[in-house]
């Protein structure tokens, strides 16, 4: 697959795996900053944070289509071509969100940004294969991979900071455009264009219909069921469409020989396990990862260029831990015992977070972050060295895209179930100290009334996200037990 031109050969290989480390980077990227930056979006389009946490459901709801087919559109298009149409859709959504004035026309350019954003982490991977099995093939491609995608999205929370202080939350779409063009020239030299002669899974338009029903059903179910209690009984007539649906398209896709998904040579326990804790990770880091600035900037107060430079700062931990896990993993293959670490340090982290409180200086938050990062790093590698270590190499591409299908899933979950948490203990705490507030209290305090509702506001925040660090720490603790009991990944 690699496009040999007249540059030498290790030339090339060199540029491909530089252009794997852009490619994988460009979306995660793209929402690290947003989740840091959601306050800003949603003040400057007057949104709510039910209105943000949708746009992140259409996004994940577009990226699971567009995923599914993948490997089928790679078929027909040639990888080149494919990777080059999807930086048009990404830059055209991006273009189309910077200029947005309304949350409408925001939906709008972050549904075309996800048909293009969705190609890129299946894309790179993909081409991490195309490497020889060696340490100085596709073992350095993948640490390429793997530095690339921890350090930028660590990066991205000071980057999105930069950005909001010394420009405005619209320079978030433009600043990857030079990587974009980048990524574009790269894919020229080091990217095939030749079409795959075998015969791929075919596309089904009645199994794609179930599939999009299925997913867009189950999205529109976790947006909107949380917000309005009172609709519960129709959001319970929903749940059995959306499942009906998705169950179709599974069972129809393993009844096919050349199916678009080869489930019936994906579904196997290892696999499954691996995507257990893939979806586990996912969905823990991007709920943490949406809460952590708005407890730290609304709750606690502190500058947005200090949040960034703190979060991202800390963030960096993850490529040390990165590296550590890439070598320690060849000499103790007993990978539960990397698992039992990265659910401590989750559970630790949500323990200490839980207790900050608004007179907690901003260094104080190094150290839970520090052990975050050890999360992410040790968790989410566990995850990859193990879920794929038994897939056929022919079948490769949809295993990963499965897994990628996921992931935008439990993205989207992620940050919809911290919004409803969030909005839940707000109101609940809000409650409790709204009734202390009296125009009696105001004079006693020599504070306005406006001020007093301000710090009430300012403690509800602080209060409902301890409330969600101590659930985060307190699933942790039945996750770990949970690995120390299976069997399947050791």
Sequence with gaps: M????????????????????LIVSVEFIQNAMLSFASAYLCGGLGMTRHMFSLS???????????????????????????IRYALLF???????????????????????????????????????????????????????????????SASAAFIAAMLLEHFSWRALFLLQFPQL???????????????????????????MLMLVSGVFILQWIIENMPYDLSEFRQW????????????????????RHHSLLPFRHLFTSRYLMGL?????????????????????????????LNCGIVLSGAGLSALLFTWLHLRMAAQYPHQKHFLFFAFSCLALFGWLCSR???????????????????????????????????????IFSQAYQT?????????????????????????????RLAEQLTPQTSAASSLSLSQLVSLTQQQVTVLASQDLFMLVGVASVLLLLFSVWQRRII
């Design 276 to 304: 257990f804790y893939y979806g586990i990770c996912y969905l823990a880091l991007s709920s943490v990862n949406y809460l952590l600035p708005i407890f730290l900037q609304q709750g606690m107060g502190f500058p947005v």
């Design 56 to 82: 992140t459901a259409v996004y994940a709801g577009t990226a699971i289509i567009m995923i599914a087919q993948h490997h089928w559109l790679v078929s027909q298009l040639g990888y080149r071509r494919f």
């Design 90 to 152: 990404f830059a055209v959504g991006a273009l189309l969100c910077a200029n947005a004035h309304t949350p409408g026309a925001y939906l709008i350019g972050r549904f075309i940004q996800a048909i293009g954003g969705s190609a890129f982490f299946t894309a790179a991977r993909v081409h991490v294969q195309f490497f020889p099995p060696t340490p100085t093939g596709r073992g350095l491609a993948i640490r390429y991979m793997a530095y690339s995608l921890v350090g930028c």
């Design 403 to 431: 897994k990628n299908m996921l992931r935008e899933l439990m993205n989207s979950t992620g940050v919809t179930l911290t919004n409803v948490v969030l909005q839940h203990r707000e109101a609940l705490h809000y409650t």
């Design 236 to 255: 319970l007539l929903l749940v059995p469409p959306a499942g009906i649906a998705l169950a179709w398209f599974i069972w129809r896709e393993y009844q």
């Design 2 to 21: 690699l496009y040999a031109g007249p540059l030498n050969p290790p030339v090339i290989r060199q540029l491909l795996r530089i252009n794997i480390s």
């Design 181 to 207: 063009l980048l990524i574009w020239w790269l894919s020229g030299k080091t990217v095939s264009n030749v079409r795959k002669q075998r015969r791929t899974g075919r596309l089904h338009p009645g199994n």
């Design 356 to 394: 900050f409180t608004p007179q907690t200086p901003l260094f104080a938050m190094l150290l839970p972050l520090v052990i975050l990062s050890g999360f992410t790093a040790i968790g989410q590698g566990t995850a990859a060295l193990n879920t794929f270590r038994e897939t056929d190499i022919r």
